[in-house]
């Protein structure tokens, strides 16, 4: 009688631990992450893999985007719920009051981006760019880095041709000599320029002139419908950041998976950048430059004051980093 009782109190234990599990998974809040092909928004994909944002209560789907500018669309058009833009494609977004908002930051550093030429092309100088085709994805941080560097050299915005590529085809376009430069970012620079040898130079690096990495970007439905998630998002991202600056090689293999390029190019990348999720003030100075640059060249239908657009984040940032400050180490 006794070993009858403690297999049935045995046995509704286990069923009541398999409940709760099932339980737990039913709990998870759906998400679908639409993540870019580029190697600074790493922690979206690291942390998926590793079970963070599993940790955290969500239920992760993948969709692979290009651009910004594509994150911009699929978030507005409802067809993901997280994403990542960069200052000046999240700056337009603003500007066009694109329904989703920053909440943090998924990595800095502008020199992952740079400008690629062609040696044939004859390009020693910013200046040298006048009259060269580019290579260059519309709307990113790549984009307003090329805007600045013109200006810096005293070239009107139309002194170059610019070719409408994303980060993934751009480098075929210079390897094949349909443009004469591109400008790109990490890992796609180091990878292209491997290819062609002594036939491609880097001209310079945009770290002086722009941010890189960017915002991590919630659409203000997912948003409504899961207000108490929101800083947990933020915290789920922040502690796959910590993973990756604390796990750099493992972390630089599993993202080759996702870009499908050998670990040591996206080791390469690492150095160029900071996966730290506060908004710091060159980020803020490079939003102020953008929106001023964007409005003035009529690229956006208004100049929008970014500090307005950084409410939500400055709040829930402040939040996260109450409780959890560790995450920053």
Known sequence: MKLRS?????ATLALAVIAAGSASAQERVKVRFGILTTASQAAYYVGTKKGIFAKYGFDIEIQTLATGVQANQALAAG???????????????????????????????GDSYGILVRNEANIKTPADLKGKKIAVPQGTA????????????????DAVQRVNANYG?????????????????EPFLTLTQEKMGDQATLLLRLGKLVQGGGFFLISDQWAAANPTKIADAVAALWESQQYVRQNPKESAAIEA???K??????????KWLNYHPLIDDFTRQSLDTTAKYLAAEKLTPVEVNPKDHLVEADKIIAQVKAKHAKLLD
């Open 79 to 109: 067809q993901v719920d997280w994403s990542g833009g960069g200052v000046e494609s999240t700056t337009v977004a603003w500007a066009n009051k694109l329904p989703f908002k920053a909440y943090s930051m998924y990595s800095t550093g």
């Open 257 to 259: 998976e996702f870009l």
């Open 261 to 270: 390029v050998e670990p040591r190019i996206v080791e390469v990348t690492f």
């Open 6 to 10: 403690r297999l049935l109190g045995a």
């Open 169 to 185: 085809n751009m480098g075929q376009m210079l390897i094949a000599g349909s443009v004469d430069a591109m400008a790109g970012l």
């Open 142 to 157: 790549p984009a307003q880095g090329l805007n600045q560097l013109l200006s810096q050299a005293g070239l009107p915005r």
